[in-house]
């Protein structure tokens, strides 16, 4: 008979991670974070030294921009190597990176969870467009961070007379997963998780290379559990941890809703926008959702959209999906990102991303830190801070239709709304409006080449992509370009003859 996985306490199971493992952590924001694990980890290595030269792997950013989650693991000699999708949440990590301590790359988030599922297979690697034309491609730095970080990890390759991008793989010797229940065998199932993530494939690929998998777990149980409830079979579980409620709470913002686990109620109302400029936006966003659209809001600014589609009773009308897994529900915002309220369905993350990248999106609703004189977009670089990003490249190149939100300057804006008119009363320090971006996480020339949808929506004006770059195509009642938008711009002015922003973007809130 096969052995069963053994329970241990937290430092013990981590004490069995070598010096230079390369290590998949799993987890979304706070959601799926196996907690109890990275502190247990940090603990040891603070204490003991060991272990040392880590690689670290991660498709989506954990932490909660303080000390929880993949932060526990930013020392200086406990890593050699990180490759993530995210860091904004880990902003310690952030710090090795730019400081060059570490060796450390940003790869889009939807190609690592798949690319652990090829890992698991023995496949080469996986075979995309994602990323082509941006910092990723290998023609523009290849996602690498720092003049630190020599080895390639992707390359440019001709297949059927078509370039695209191969993501290599490499061996993975450790998994740290997180379910809510282990049984006496070792099988997880997520009762009470809000996602599922890649835990799967992080659990395969570890398991055939010979390495070891550390599932932390809410509770045992004694019986077998149910056949069709387990999404990692415990013939690939080694240890079993079980943590304190305070290491599992369900994510970094809650210890437990039911409502990210459940469905067939109500759906809660989000509290009515106030802010002026993010009442424009997300009103002029929500207009380019059809009905029957299935549709990703990132997090920010977009997140507005949902809850004035709740206000106009638009919220049923169309599909909201997470990249995590979750859809339909209202996607759940901060440190609970990732997770769904009422959700439909909850489904793996790679599995998610296979449909966003074959074309499953109508629109998504993204955010955009810098825009560029030819539609590029960068939302990793900003300022002296690396955020990396995360699910956008995928999400931002597969979209039929795409709509970037974004205050059309930032730091110190203000507006007011009289009458349905807009008047700047204090202007933003920061342009957004950029003749070249810093970095390029979606590129302006390739969408208008294959011919996507973009509109670029401020609380000014609205933006649209051509093959010759940025139209103005609306301005706000009130709005002088010549005033208002030229003279805040590294660029200008457009082409376009602009029509009037909707009146109903301009609407007070419902009482």
Not at 288 to 303: A, S, T
Request: proline share 6%.
């Amino acid at each position: 008979m096969r052995r069963a996985a053994r329970v241990v306490g937290a430092d013990e199971a981590v004490a069995a991670i070598p010096t230079g493992a390369t290590v998949a952590v799993g987890g979304f924001v706070g959601a799926g974070h196996p907690e109890a694990l990275t502190a247990a980890l940090e603990r040891r290595f603070l204490a003991t030294g060991t272990p040392r030269d880590l690689t670290l792997v991660y498709a989506a950013g954990q932490g909660d921009r303080g000390s929880r989650g993949l932060n526990h693991l930013a020392h200086a000699g406990l890593l050699r190597r990180v490759i993530g999708g995210h860091w904004n949440l880990a902003p310690r990590l952030g710090q090795l990176a730019l400081a060059g301590e570490i060796e450390a790359y940003n790869l889009p988030q939807g190609v690592l969870s798949v690319l652990l599922r090829e890992i698991a297979a023995g496949r080469p690697g996986v075979f995309t467009r994602v990323g082509l034309e941006t910092f990723v491609d290998p023609l523009h730095g290849g996602g690498r961070l720092n003049a630190r970080t020599t080895e390639p990890l992707v390359e440019r390759v001709e297949i059927d007379g078509e370039t695209m991008l191969r993501y290599r793989t490499f061996p993975v010797n450790v998994a740290l997963i997180r379910a809510t229940t282990a049984d006496r065998r070792g099988n997880l199932s997520f009762e009470r998780e809000g996602l599922i993530g890649e835990v799967l494939p992080m659990a395969q690929a570890a398991h055939n290379q010979g390495g070891i998998v550390i599932a932390q777990v809410e509770r045992m149980t004694d019986g077998a559990a149910e056949p069709k409830s387990v999404r990692v079979p415990g013939l690939l579980v080694d240890f079993v941890v079980v943590a304190d409620a305070a290491e599992h709470a369900q994510t970094f913002g809650t210890a437990f809703e039911a409502d990210f686990v459940s469905a067939g109620g109500l759906v809660p109302v989000p509290e009515p926008v106030q802010i002026p400029e993010r009442r424009v936006v997300g009103a002029r966003a929500l207009r380019e959702i059809r009905k029957g659209d299935v549709v990703n809001l990132g997090i920010g600014l977009p997140e507005t959209v949902a809850a004035l589609a709740a206000e106009r009773g638009r919220l049923g009308e169309f599909t909201l999906t997470v990249e995590s897994g979750p859809t339909g529900g209202l996607p759940a915002g901060g440190l609970s990102f990732g997770c769904s309220r009422q959700p439909e369905a909850i489904i793996d993350q790679p599995a998610q991303f296979d449909f966003y990248d074959g074309g499953g999106l109508d629109v998504a609703v993204l955010g955009a830190a810098e825009v560029g004189e030819d539609g590029s977009v960068n939302v990793s670089l900003l300022g002296d801070r690396f955020a990396g990003a995360g699910g956008f490249i995928n999400i931002a190149q597969s979209a039929r239709r795409l709509v970037f939100c974004c205050p059309f300057r930032a730091d110190g804006l203000a507006v007011e709304i009289d009458g349905g008119r807009l008047r700047i009363v204090r202007e933003g320090a920061i342009a957004k409006f950029v003749r070249r971006v810093k970095q390029v996480c979606f590129h302006g020339p390739s969408a208008a080449a294959r011919g996507q949808q973009v509109l670029y929506v401020t609380e000014r004006a609205v933006f649209t992509l051509g093959p010759d770059g940025l139209r103005l195509s609306e301005v706000a009642p009130g709005i002088d370009p010549a005033r208002d938008l030229w003279p805040g711009m590294e660029f200008g002015p457009l082409r376009g003859t602009p029509v009037p922003m909707p009146s109903d973007c301009f609407a007070a809130p419902v009482k």
